[in-house]
C-alpha cells in the first residue's frame, strides 16, 4: 500500500507506505517523497481532465468528511495493474489517498491503431483507448505506441459514472448522519 498526504491547498506534505519503492521501480525517481514533498499536487498530474476529475472526487470528502474510493489502472510497459485509490479526510483538513493493489497481470505486445490522425483518447484512470464510439480494454497488451501518435489523456464516461455514483453515495451518507443528528 502506497499514499500520500495533500494539505487543503493541495499540497503534498507527506507519502509512505512503500510509495518511493513503487516509484523507483517504475523509472520514477522524480516522484520519490523527497521529489514530491511540497509541490502542488497538480503540477504532478497530467492532463485537465484527470486533474479535474481528483478535484472532482475531493469536493465531496472535504464537504461531507465520507471517503470515496475508486479504481484505476496503473499500467507498466510489461503489466496490467488495477488500484483501488480511497480519499479520506484527515483532522487537519488534509485528504490522504491511498492506493491499493487489487491485481496486475502479464501483458502480451499489440500495436495501438488510430483512426483520428496522429491523436487518441486514453482514459487516465481504466487505461481503455478510444476508438470510433467505442473505449477498448487495453490490460491484456503492452501498446507499442508509434512516435507519430500522441496520447490525450481523459476519462471516459464509464468512470465518469462511476465516479459520480461514488460521490452521490458519499452525498447521501452525509445526508443520513446530518438527519439521524437532528432527531
Not at 1 to 17: A, H, W
Not at 53 to 78: E, H, M, Q, W
Not at 141 to 146: A, D, E, K
Amino acid at each position: 500500500m502506497r499514499y500520500y498526504t495533500i494539505n487543503y491547498q493541495d499540497v503534498i506534505v507527506d507519502s509512505g507506505g512503500d510509495w518511493d519503492d513503487f516509484a523507483l521501480s517504475n523509472d520514477g525517481a522524480a516522484a520519490t517523497t523527497q521529489s514530491i514533498l511540497g509541490a502542488s499536487l497538480w503540477s504532478q498530474i497530467s492532463g485537465s481532465q484527470t486533474r479535474s476529475f481528483l478535484n472532482a472526487l475531493f469536493f465531496p470528502v472535504r464537504d461531507s468528511g465520507n471517503p470515496i474510493i475508486t479504481r484505476y489502472r496503473c499500467d507498466s510497459p510489461k503489466k496490467s495493474r488495477l488500484f483501488e485509490q480511497k480519499i479520506t479526510l484527515n483532522g487537519d483538513c488534509s485528504l490522504t489517498v491511498s492506493h491499493e493493489l487489487v491485481w496486475k497481470n502479464s501483458k502480451n505486445t499489440a500495436k495501438i491503431l488510430t483512426k483520428n490522425g496522429n491523436l487518441t483518447n486514453q482514459c487516465a484512470q481504466c487505461l481503455r483507448v478510444e476508438c470510433g464510439n467505442q473505449w477498448l480494454e487495453t490490460y491484456a497488451y503492452s501498446l507499442s505506441i508509434p512516435n507519430e501518435i500522441q496520447l490525450n489523456y481523459s476519462v471516459c464516461p464509464d468512470c465518469k459514472e462511476a465516479a459520480t455514483m461514488a460521490i452521490h453515495d458519499a452525498r447521501i451518507i452525509a445526508f443520513n448522519k446530518n438527519a439521524s443528528g437532528r432527531r
